[in-house]
């Protein structure tokens, strides 16, 4: 199958979305690649660069005749953008987003939805930091993952035209449901964040940066690196993920508070036991 | 201040130990070294890799004639061994250890010190994972780190002495309180071991190898990458350091909980300035 787009806009130039667009141009996927974003600095830095054609600063006006649209604004941003444009798209236009967070995304859009427009929710897995239309490189997402979380109000040929898109620009792209999805992101995405911050909270509270730096090993840089991820991403992908977020918070209390407890008891065994079983699994991926 | 030991006995000849006696060896600082360990296969290999001169698997007989006795065997071997060498040691022999929990070992060692013999225990900071003989390398401590924990009755000459010889091979030491010692590590050492092993244990009780290799990104991989280390060392330091572990959890769980209850109470003003902080901090190291 193959697929083409007269006007592609993309809502966000930055990291993912200017990747995207280089791609689409390059592999002539898209004719033409209307940029959309809130900073005029950054569109005309995209404009520059060659990842889009032209830009619109208004995104009603940026998508009124766009074949598809994707946004790749911020997670926290995707619903209320989503639904400002959806009353502007013409008719048999796609829509696809790339949030880190899904269902209530997927919630929130399939209810404003009208007649005639596709929207297939996406999930690139690709690095989220904001970058900006200067961090954009052509075959960002060649040899990365995709996961898509069509719902049964999803129309299976915009799945399909998704799905080839991304296969496309050489990704790996998989089918999840939105709730699946954030669960297991949740725990091996959003957990890992939330845990290094934690970490980095803990010992920093209690030990000086050059105390720190002096002792540390390379156990510290490992858990604590993500801790420097961008602070406004995590506010809103945590934010948004709530509920899976908590369900698996208490799962991994739940086994700290074990490992705790075997070392307030004295159980060396079951520590053993514990960190055996932990580098079997880790050893398996 | 030059430093010269006629026999010097290395119990342990692993990664740390091996490498420590090509390094005495190559600085001219021993002249003879003695490998003791349980494994004659082992020493074998330490004897054809030229790390020592000759070896005595039995540890009371291969310290006798030693001017410096290093207790290089895992952490939790230290205390029981160094304790059944003291009797044996020639007067002037000066004891050390590189045992990466502080205050038991003290405790015990000095207990069972005679008079003319020195301790000053020592943990260097290189990497503590098993290895054997086969593992160890001349030049492994240059530009690494090693924390000296003398007490009131460690001997300021001995301790002057076994800093020079860490320093001869490239370290840089530094010195602190056995409690202190063990209070630090166990922040930036001990709880990310901890934390990582919960992590994996928390997330793969719920999904698969498969589905996590699928979807987990460069976040997982950080965090869950010390859960692959030898569970055994980790069950005897967790086990040995357990009171400033008990206390650091317990700080760690603390923060964990405030970051949850934002989730909870949908409160991103605090998710972002949690976020933000810890940012803050891991940027400055």
């Given at each position: 199958m193959?697929?083409?787009f007269?006007?592609?806009?993309?809502i966000?130039?930055?990291?993912?979305?200017?990747?995207?667009?280089?791609?689409?141009?390059?592999?002539?996927?898209?004719?033409?690649?209307?940029?959309?974003?809130r900073?005029?600095?950054?569109?005309e830095?995209?404009?520059?660069?060659?990842?889009?054609?032209?830009?619109?600063?208004?995104?009603?006006?940026g998508?009124?005749?766009?074949?598809?649209?994707?946004?790749?604004?911020?997670?926290?941003?995707?619903?209320?953008?989503?639904k400002?444009?959806?009353?502007?798209?013409?008719?048999?236009?796609?829509?696809?987003d790339?949030?880190?967070?899904?269902s209530?995304?997927v919630?929130?859009?399939?209810?404003?939805?009208?007649?005639?427009?596709?929207?297939?929710?996406?999930?690139?897995?690709?690095?989220?930091?904001?970058?900006?239309?200067?961090?954009?490189?052509?075959?960002?997402f060649?040899?990365?993952r995709?996961?898509?979380?069509?719902?049964?109000?999803?129309?299976?040929?915009?799945?399909?035209?998704?799905?080839?898109?991304?296969?496309?620009v050489?990704?790996?792209?998989?089918?999840?449901?939105?709730?699946a999805h954030?669960?297991?992101?949740?725990?091996?995405?959003?957990?890992?964040?939330?845990?290094?911050?934690?970490?980095?909270?803990?010992?920093?509270?209690?030990?000086?940066?050059?105390?720190?730096?002096?002792?540390?090993?390379?156990?510290?840089?490992?858990?604590?690196?993500v801790?420097?991820?961008p602070p406004?991403?995590?506010?809103?992908?945590?934010?948004?993920?709530?509920?899976?977020?908590?369900?698996?918070?208490?799962?991994?209390?739940?086994?700290?508070?074990?490992?705790?407890?075997y070392?307030?008891?004295?159980?060396?065994?079951?520590?053993?036991?514990?960190?055996?079983e932990?580098?079997?699994?880790r050893?398996?991926?």
């Amino acid at each position: 199958m193959d697929i083409h787009f007269n006007q592609v806009t993309i809502i966000g130039v930055g990291l993912i979305g200017g990747s995207l667009a280089l791609d689409l141009k390059e592999k002539r996927i898209a004719e033409e690649i209307v940029g959309v974003g809130r900073s005029r600095e950054n569109l005309e830095l995209a404009l520059s660069r060659g990842l889009i054609d032209r830009y619109q600063p208004d995104p009603e006006s940026g998508v009124k005749d766009a074949d598809l649209v994707v946004l790749a604004v911020p997670v926290g941003a995707i619903s209320a953008l989503g639904k400002k444009i959806i009353p502007r798209l013409k008719g048999g236009a796609l829509l696809t987003d790339v949030g880190s967070v899904k269902s209530p995304i997927v919630r929130e859009l399939e209810a404003a939805l009208k007649p005639g427009i596709s929207f297939v929710p996406g999930h690139p897995l690709a690095g989220s930091e904001k970058g900006g239309a200067g961090a954009a490189r052509a075959g960002l997402f060649a040899g990365n993952r995709v996961i898509l979380t069509p719902t049964p109000k999803t129309d299976p040929d915009a799945t399909r035209r998704v799905r080839r898109l991304w296969e496309k620009v050489g990704s790996q792209v998989f089918e999840l449901d939105p709730e699946a999805h954030d669960l297991i992101l949740a725990a091996v995405s959003h957990l890992p964040h939330a845990v290094s911050a934690s970490l980095v909270q803990a010992v920093f509270r209690r030990f000086s940066g050059e105390e720190i730096k002096r002792t540390g090993a390379g156990s510290f840089r490992d858990l604590s690196r993500v801790a420097a991820s961008p602070p406004e991403l995590w506010r809103d992908i945590l934010s948004l993920n709530r509920e899976p977020m908590l369900e698996i918070l208490a799962d991994f209390r739940k086994r700290l508070v074990e490992l705790e407890t075997y070392i307030k008891e004295g159980r060396s065994e079951k520590i053993l036991e514990f960190f055996s079983e932990a580098k079997k699994y880790r050893d398996a991926i």
